[in-house]
C-alpha cells in the first residue's frame, strides 16, 4: 500500500471540517425541509419560480 498523497490529506481533511460545519448547522437548526427544497426545486423553469427557501423553512 502505498503512502496517501498530500492531496489525499488534503481532501480527507475538507471532508471532515465539511461534516463538522454540517453537526454545527443541524444542532443549531440552521437547516431547510426536504418540502420546501422540492417545491423551489420543482419552481425551477416555470413562470412561477420560487425564491430559494431560507433556513428554517
Do not use: Y
Not at 7 to 22: I, K, N, V
Not at 25 to 51: D, F, K, Q, Y
Request: charged residues 30%; contains cysteine.
Amino acid at each position: 500500500m502505498t503512502e496517501p498523497s498530500v492531496f489525499d490529506q488534503t481532501a480527507e481533511d475538507a471532508e471532515e471540517r465539511a461534516l463538522q460545519e454540517g453537526e454545527r448547522a443541524l444542532a443549531e437548526g440552521r437547516v431547510i425541509s426536504h418540502e420546501a427544497m422540492r417545491r423551489w426545486l420543482l419552481s425551477w423553469g416555470t413562470s412561477n419560480e420560487l425564491p430559494p427557501p431560507k433556513c428554517g423553512e
